[in-house]
């Protein structure tokens, strides 16, 4: 196994690991925003 391929995909799965988590972020964000949103006019 060539050690260099390992850490490459090693790096790729950290960064979609990363960009997954910061759009589930965004997400939670938004539905807090919509929740709040709604609540304040009725």
Do not use: Q, W, Y
Request: glycine share 2%.
């Amino acid at each position: 196994m060539d050690m260099n391929f390992v850490l490459k995909v090693l790096k790729a799965l950290a960064l979609v690991a990363s960009i997954a988590r910061t759009s589930l972020d965004a997400v939670r964000e938004v539905r807090e925003m919509v929740r709040e949103h709604r609540h304040h006019n009725g």
